[in-house]
T-cell receptor, first 112, second 112 residues
Framework: AQSVTQLGSHVSVSEGALVLLRCNYSSSVPPYLFWYVQYPNQGLQLLLKYTTGATLVKGINGFEAEFKKSETSFHLTKPSAHMSDAAEYFCAVTNRDDKIIFGKGTRLHILP | DGGITQSPKYLFRKEGQNVTLSCEQNLNHDAMYWYRQDPGQGLRLIYYSQIVNDFQKGDIAEGYSVSREKKESFPLTVTSAQKNPTAFYLC???????????FGQGTRLTVV
């Protein structure tokens, strides 16, 4: 069975500082991994995805994530936070044989 | 433009009433999903469907029902058996299990 764990339900960073949102997964077969962003009262939008190939994945709005198989991790980073990055972020995992599973989400707060 | 349309955006239900939330997609996706979102609890899967005329219960199916008579439509009925229906409901679709999910804008249901 697959699972996703996001460490920290709330993360606060100062504007201009590094953003790091943590995601660990469990999957018995090679996973496909995703990060989504949700703004208030809206649906989720895809930020980036890893399926196969290069382990460092670049997404929209300057975000990137690195797939580390040995650590079963897929942490999301952005070098410099902007006020517009304040939102809730969800990590998700799937594979060919099973439905997509979402983590519980991390709310990112940007401090001026 | 292709996408997922949820309606209505806001819905009010009296206690003891059934209400139906609409979800339509024109992405030609096979799989569709319904999630419930409550503050601090992430996305919880209610029902999902991989093909027309077939669907499976998710983690919190009690008090809900669905149908999948057409590929593009996956309506969710919140029945009077659901004791705490006030929540934000999200519909999503995927081309297949190993592809990213596309989300609607959500329906906020409130019991009055």
């Amino acid at each position: 069975a697959q699972s996703v764990t996001q460490l920290g339900s709330h993360v606060s960073v100062s504007e201009g500082a590094l953003v790091l949102l943590r995601c660990n997964y469990s999957s018995s077969v090679p996973p496909y991994l995703f990060w989504y962003v949700q703004y208030p009262n809206q649906g989720l939008q895809l930020l980036l995805k890893y399926t196969t190939g290069a382990t460092l994945v670049k997404g929209i709005n300057g975000f990137e994530a690195e797939f580390k198989k040995s650590e079963t991790s897929f942490h999301l980073t952005k070098p410099s936070a902007h006020m517009s990055d304040a939102a809730e972020y969800f990590c998700a995992v799937t594979n060919r044989d099973d439905k997509i599973i979402f983590g519980k989400g991390t709310r990112l707060h940007i401090l001026p | 433009d292709g996408g997922i349309t949820q309606s209505p955006k806001y819905l009010f239900r009296k206690e003891g009433q059934n209400v139906t939330l609409s979800c339509e997609q024109n992405l030609n996706h096979d799989a569709m999903y319904w999630y419930r979102q409550d503050p601090g609890q992430g996305l919880r899967l209610i029902y999902y469907s991989q093909i027309v005329n077939d669907f499976q219960k998710g983690d919190i199916a009690e008090g809900y029902s669905v149908s999948r008579e057409k590929k593009e439509s996956f309506p969710l009925t919140v029945t009077s058996a659901q004791k705490n229906p006030t929540a934000f409901y999200l519909c999503a679709s995927t081309r297949s299990f190993d592809s990213e999910a596309f989300f609607g804008q959500g329906t906020r249901l409130t019991v009055v």
